[in-house]
Nanobody
Framework: QVQLVESGGGLVQPGGSLRLSCAASGSLFNIYNMAWTRQAPGKQRELVASITRDDSTNYADSVKGRFTISRDDAKNTVYLQMNSLKPEDTAVYYC???????????????WGQGTQVTVSS
């Protein structure tokens, strides 16, 4: 079984920084597009950032210039560096990855369990 486990969330003051990590474990062959999404209470889940296998990135307008997504394929891990955090960044952050579990098989979507980020004084 493939699992995605997020870590690094917590409580920070406005203007502070956090780095989220998401590690994939289990039997897998290749990891393709990876992304971070977030969901605040009463709001729709939104895509925060994504990164392709060749390190092409995409960001939501609300986080451009503040957040950086990166990946380490040797560690099967994707990161989200969050700087200049604002109260509106408060949400549960979820990791998403498209994974091929074995050669010559289809690519499937996997989700992590989420990690809470709270930005408050």
């Amino acid at each position: 079984q493939v699992q995605l486990v997020e870590s690094g969330g917590g409580l920070v003051q406005p203007g502070g920084s956090l780095r989220l990590s998401c590690a994939a474990s289990g039997s897998l062959f290749n990891i393709y597009n990876m992304a971070w999404t977030r969901q605040a209470p009463g709001k729709q889940r939104e895509l925060v950032a994504s990164i392709t296998r060749d390190d092409s990135t995409n960001y939501a307008d609300s986080v451009k210039g503040r957040f950086t997504i990166s990946r380490d394929d040797a560690k099967n891990t994707v990161y989200l560096q969050m700087n200049s955090l604002k109260p509106e960044d408060t949400a549960v952050y979820y990791c998403r990855a498209y994974i091929q579990r074995a050669a010559y098989t289809s690519i499937q979507q996997y989700w992590g369990q989420g990690t809470q980020v709270t930005v408050s004084s």
